[in-house]
């Protein structure tokens, strides 16, 4: 049964036991997923491949129950169609105690997850697709309606183009204007750009771009004449990971109709005029294959930044500098 994103709060989870959540909206997805389970104690976050490899054992403790002493959620992250045969097995134990949500990246129409999903009554399939720019233009104006928080047009759509089409972004920027403006202080552009990360984010963007086109000469050039520091290693990746996400997009696209020209101006959101050139680059230069390996290495990399903050500005240095060496094409 198909859940609109925007519905995710009428879904009845003592009736509806088994949720797919999957598309390119991550921030949307983990709000979602916290409406949903705000309220239950135990929450148990796996990797699908981390349940493939022990499939008997995480079907006999779902049977028995043996680890669930309460009310329990289990979220099974970076799904894909190899979760079917599990899928199988899991609908014919009783879920009274346990609800299971199936978050996954992106999938086809014909995917047979999703298919199965989409069909069934008992289960519930949601699609989280990219914010646009108009769509996140909302999420500010209600988040500032609500905060009486005055700011002009120029200065709104500032925030907007350079949060990247990134949901998370916007909020963290939001949340610092918030901040600023509780003791009445008005907000002008000059200070908003020191406010935010929106003056680092053009260096941030330049840097990305670059990585993505294999420009090694220019990525070495910015990575040394920035001073990043490891509280920038963060947005570093967010950043990168979003703009991956898109570019994955638009690779998958290039490879079904051979015309980069096509590929470029059916781009939504479109792309600016001063970035189509080293777009074009990016998409020749990346296969979606590739792609999908960068954004899972990148998620990787969030996850060793957050573990190992003191030595966070390494890992993102290593990383960048390693790409150059990778086969990114077919």
């Known amino acids: 049964m198909i859940i609109k994103s925007f519905e995710t709060r009428k879904i009845n989870i003592k009736q509806n036991k088994l949720i797919l959540f ?52 289990i979220i099974i992250k970076r799904a894909t169609d190899k979760i079917i ?46 914010d646009t720019n108009q769509t996140l233009s909302n999420v500010a104006l209600n988040f500032l309606k609500e905060k009486k928080i005055v700011i002009s047009q120029e200065n709104l759509n500032l925030i ?6 990134d949901r998370k972004i916007l909020l963290d920027e939001l949340e610092k204007i918030e901040n600023y403006c509780k003791n009445g202080k008005k907000l002008t552009r000059d200070y908003l750009l020191k406010l935010t990360n929106l003056t680092e984010n053009y260096s941030i963007t330049e840097l990305i771009d670059n990585c993505l086109a294999k420009n090694q000469k220019k990525t070495l050039q910015i ?43 059916s781009a939504k959101p479109p792309i600016f005029w ?24 990148l998620s990787k990399l969030e996850y060793q930044i957050k573990k190992n903050f003191d ?19 077919n």
Do not use: H
């Not at 609908?91 to 069934?120: G, M, Q, T, Y």
């Not at 290693?233 to 079904?256: W, Y």
């Not at 993102?316 to 094409?329: A, G, L, Q, R």
């Open 223 to 265: 990575l040394n004449e920035n001073n990043f520091t490891k509280d920038d290693c963060m947005m570093i990746a967010r950043v990168f990971i979003n703009k991956s996400k898109k570019m994955l997009t638009l690779c998958e696209e290039f490879e079904r109709n051979k015309n980069i020209e096509t590929t470029i101006s």
């Open 85 to 130: 045969n599990l899928l199988e097995k899991i609908r014919v134990i009783n879920l009274e105690d346990i609800l299971i949500i199936i978050v996954a990246e992106n999938l086809e129409k014909k995917s047979k997850l999703r298919s199965i999903f989409e069909k069934d009554k008992e289960l519930i399939s949601v699609a989280f697709y990219p």
């Open 160 to 165: 907007i183009n350079r949060s990247q089409g």
């Open 311 to 329: 030595v966070s500005l390494n890992l993102m240095i290593d990383f960048i500098v390693n790409i150059f060496s990778w086969k990114t094409n």
């Open 22 to 73: 999957y598309g390119k909206n991550d921030q949307i997805k983990k709000e979602a997923i916290e409406n949903l389970t705000n309220s239950k104690k135990q929450i148990v976050n796996y990797e699908q491949n981390e349940i493939l490899d022990n499939e008997d054992y995480f079907v006999e403790s779902i049977s028995s129950k043996s680890l669930f002493e309460e009310e329990k959620v």
């Open 274 to 297: 001063k970035d189509k050139e080293i777009t074009k680059l990016q998409i020749k230069t990346w296969s979606s294959k590739n792609i999908k390996q960068l954004i899972y290495d």
